[in-house]
């Protein structure tokens, strides 16, 4: 994705990672790393998702993404159980740095204390943090 | 209250690469451009066509005088007395106990002038072993040369031609260096390289830079960074200082006996006759990872040993990687296990070099 962008219907954290709370089910919600993330990191070359039934925890890594120089550890945004995962970045690691906000999603959780999202940052907070 | 680190310093092409809108990253006390598309494409231009690399972090020796190669021949593990007038050598520089504290490329300019190039991590630190050595030799002379001397490496297999069209006379043959003109200025043409494909490495003065480097990237040769070169230089299991070299082991267990010559007496020379003689403990291999996974520096390997650099390889897309191992384990054709951040990993061992472009 050449154009830094940072959907306004997500909430982002310090770490570069953005929660997208699910519509239907607010204990639901997917997550992933920000354009910025995939910017600083460079092609992403591996990816080999966590398992299914895995707990994270807000503000701690609950996986890597790997480029050519570099391992790199993503941060929860918030807590839960992991559901879901992207099995089509295994084979596809550069979709993360091409779709990170839509076919480059990571997990998706079952949040277990949905008020944590009170904690994370709309867009342009977030853009505000950011270098110039 | 806390006092501002020292600013990074800037080679001569600092401005090309902002402009190329390179991505600079902390490299030795360096600001250093890390990549520029991307470092898989630099990677394969330099593979296919040719890459251009500022490597003007990296310092310069001087050696001068009547006993320069004395001089030389007690600092640097190869036998300096076979560098012809515009040859060039690889060697390293080691410690009395045979620990390695560098791995230098010398030229040989003169009958009695000789220029030495230093890793950029390492260059303060071998002017002054140089300086210390040099105590013994009154009638040799050490100069630092850094600050005089801007450097570009041009490779690939189109980097030959793309320097000769700009150049006033033939190149130097491969391991071989010469004053030449190029779009005009003179230049210290060597044709050495560190990335396994064809090439040269010019030096000119930090002035001349700016306009070398954007004659070159205009006859197509592409700019590439850091990144790049660190995974070509792996593919061709060229050694990196700080990952395959350090003073915990000698050249032996890296494989570099080739380049020591221990009856010119140089500083270690006893310790890497005695390693020789009884056989190191460790060797270093190259390995691929078997499926899925990459191994990085410092992961262990099951049974003894340590990687020491591992990315994905570009050209073969899988995980490779350096790594010593017991002696006994070190065939090729070893499977091995590597702990990679808790992850068991399945590698073998393979023959050296990963990828070989140059006959």
């Known amino acids: 994705m050449a154009q830094a962008s940072y959907p306004d219907d997500l909430l982002y954290h310090a770490e570069h990672d953005w929660a997208r709370i699910d519509p239907d089910d607010e204990s639901q919600a997917t997550l992933g790393i920000t354009w910025y993330a995939q910017d600083s990191l460079g092609e992403v070359v591996f990816f080999d998702p966590p398992a299914s039934g895995t707990t994270v925890t807000k503000d701690s890594p609950y996986t890597e993404v790997e480029s050519v120089k570099a391992v790199s550890d993503v941060i929860a945004p918030l807590s839960g159980e992991i559901v879901a995962v992207n099995e089509a970045l295994r084979d596809n690691p550069a979709t993360i740095n091409e779709d990170p906000y839509g076919e480059g999603w990571l997990v998706k959780v079952r949040l277990s204390d949905p008020s944590e999202r009170e904690s994370l940052m709309d867009a342009r907070t977030y853009q505000g943090t950011l270098d110039g | 209250m806390t006092s501002a680190p020292p600013a990074l310093r800037r080679t001569p092409l600092f401005a090309e690469h902002v402009e190329a809108g390179a991505k600079l990253v902390e490299f030795a006390g360096w600001e250093m451009p890390v990549q520029y598309d991307g470092v898989r494409e630099e990677h394969m231009a330099v593979r296919e066509a040719a890459g251009i690399f500022d490597v003007s972090h990296m310092g310069e020796i001087e050696t001068s005088g009547p006993q320069a190669l004395e001089l030389l021949q007690r600092l640097l593990s190869n036998d300096i007395s076979k560098i012809a007038p515009g040859g060039a050598q690889y060697s390293v520089l080691c410690r009395e106990d045979g620990g390695v504290l560098d791995d230098l490329f010398t030229y040989r300019l003169e009958v009695d002038r000789y220029l030495t190039v230093t890793n950029a991590a390492n260059h303060l630190a071998d002017f002054a072993w140089f300086e210390s050595v040099a105590a013994d030799f009154p009638d040799a002379h050490v100069s630092d040369r850094i600050d005089e001397w801007a450097m570009m490496a041009v490779q690939g297999p189109l980097a030959r031609e793309m320097v000769q069209a700009g150049a006033d006379g033939p190149l130097p043959e491969r391991m071989s260096t010469g004053l030449r003109r190029i779009s005009g200025e003179e230049v210290l043409v060597c044709a050495t390289g560190y990335t396994g494909e064809e090439g040269v490495e010019l030096l000119c003065s930090p002035e001349h830079a700016p306009r070398l480097w954007s004659a070159l990237v205009r006859r197509g040769a592409r700019p590439a960074g ?134």
Not at chain 2, 269 to 280: C, T, Y
Not at chain 2, 292 to 312: C, F, H, K, P, Y
Not at chain 2, 327 to 356: C, Y
């Open chain 2, 226 to 359: 850091l990144g790049a070169r660190d995974t070509l230089r792996l593919e061709a299991c060229f050694h990196l200082y700080g990952n395959e070299l350090s003073t915990e082991r000698g050249p032996i267990e890296a494989g570099l006996g080739w380049c020591c010559k221990e009856d010119t007496g140089f500083i270690g020379a006893e310790a890497v006759r005695a390693a020789r003689e009884s056989g190191p403990t460790e060797k270093l291999v190259a390995f691929e990872i078997e499926g899925a996974g990459i191994a990085r520096q410092g992961n262990a390997v099951a049974g003894g040993g340590e990687v020491t650099s591992g990315t994905l390889s570009p050209c073969l897309e899988r995980g490779i990687g350096m790594a010593y191992v017991p002696a006994e384990r070190s065939a090729v054709g070893t499977q091995l296990e590597i702990d990679v951040r808790g992850r068991t990993r399945e590698a073998r061992i393979v023959e050296k070099p990963f990828v070989q472009k140059r006959a």
